[in-house]
């Protein structure tokens, strides 16, 4: 039974950094292609940073995003982060991990949210 759990979120001011990470337990962390999505009150759920871990660690990112957030792993703890620096307020949200076994287009959907078949519960993240 796969689950995901999030943390690292807060409230930071313009300009601040946080790193989030996602703990993915039940099953072989690099048999999924996993993505962090964003949902902002009134605003579609939105695809922020995806990675394929296998084999070379693929990334993908939003184009709101480049430059100011990277999509990294820890392999040794099953887990994967989001660095974010560079903060605005638009990118509070609530920030969910999700993970598909769809790896072999993993680069074509990372940002669909129907896509995903495990989610976690969320981690707050509010800028100002």
């Known amino acids: 039974h796969v689950q995901l759990v999030e943390s690292g979120g807060g409230s930071v001011q313009t300009g601040g950094s946080l790193n989030l990470s996602c703990a993915l337990s039940?099953?072989?962390?690099?048999?999924?292609?996993m993505t962090w999505f964003r949902q902002s009150p009134g605003k579609d759920r939105e695809g922020v940073a995806g990675f394929w871990p296998a084999p070379s660690g693929a990334a993908y990112y939003a184009e709101s995003v480049k430059g100011r957030f990277t999509i990294y792993q820890d392999n040794s703890k099953n887990t994967l982060h989001l660095q974010m620096n560079s903060l605005e307020p638009e990118d509070s949200g609530t920030y969910l991990c999700?993970?598909?076994?769809?790896?072999?287009?993993?680069?074509?959907?990372?940002?669909?949210?129907?896509?995903?078949?495990?989610w976690g519960q969320g981690t707050q993240v509010t800028v100002s």
């Open positions: 999700a993970a598909s076994r769809r790896t072999r287009t993993c680069g074509e959907m990372w940002y669909a949210a129907e896509k995903f078949t495990y």
């Open positions: 039940g099953d072989e962390y690099g048999r999924y292609c």
